[in-house]
């Protein structure tokens, strides 16, 4: 399973003795929004199109930030599908509560979507996330959301996509959200637990023959 799921939201430094000069020469005049992007990836934020002028920066200077941070005690992970953030080298055999929380957003919805006719994939994109989505959402699965302390449609709300829209997961427009395609570490890994099921259940049902 994807390890980097499983972390606490802030992002840790890599623990070493002596600091490990850039192999390249970095002009930092040029990185101008050094200050707010390390901020922003420290605290586990994941920094997509949705803030153009950092994402554009780290593209154009992708190479040199990844030896800053590199020599910092930082791992950072560009992702082909349109996202950058810090991998930790610290993880925990239990997700967090907030990623609990929105590894099963993210499951119900994929389910939702694709019990609607749609692309589930697409429509988790492209679909805004009002309140009347997440009442259906609670509605359906109120079991499974009271098992992570998620006692209403507000709360999906109130505690789920506002704390995504805080790590970069999702943009807040109104009184809607949209997911942003950071969303795909989640997606990864419920693909892999996915997969892995169907493997046990095929092991199963060769070892029954």
């Not at 209403?152 to 999702?170: T, V």
């Amino acid at each position: 399973m994807n390890q980097d799921l499983l972390e606490t939201p802030s992002v840790e430094r890599e623990s070493t003795d002596t600091f490990t000069r850039p192999a390249i020469n970095i002009d930092l005049s040029k990185m101008r929004s050094m200050t707010p992007i390390y901020q922003k990836l420290m605290s586990g934020f994941h920094i997509t199109e949705a803030n153009l002028t950092l994402w554009q920066e780290l593209d154009q200077f992708n190479v040199e930030y990844e030896q800053l941070f590199k020599g910092l005690g930082y791992t950072l992970i560009k992702d082909a599908r349109g996202y950058f953030y810090f991998s930790s080298p610290d993880t925990t055999v239990t997700m967090t509560k907030t990623s609990r929380r929105i590894a099963l957003l993210v499951y119900t919805l994929i389910e939702h979507w694709a019990d609607k006719g749609y692309d589930p994939i697409g429509a988790l994109f492209d679909q805004p996330l009002n309140k009347d989505v997440c009442r259906q959402l609670y509605d359906k699965n109120i079991n499974v959301f009271e098992q992570i302390d998620i006692n209403s449609a507000a709360d999906i709300q109130n505690e789920i996509l506002k704390r995504m829209a805080r790590l970069g997961f999702a943009k807040e427009q109104g009184k809607e959200h949209r997911l942003l395609p950071s969303c795909y570490r989640y997606i990864d890994a419920v693909m892999e637990l996915s997969d892995a099921y169907k493997q046990d259940e095929q092991a199963t049902f060769e070892d029954a023959e």
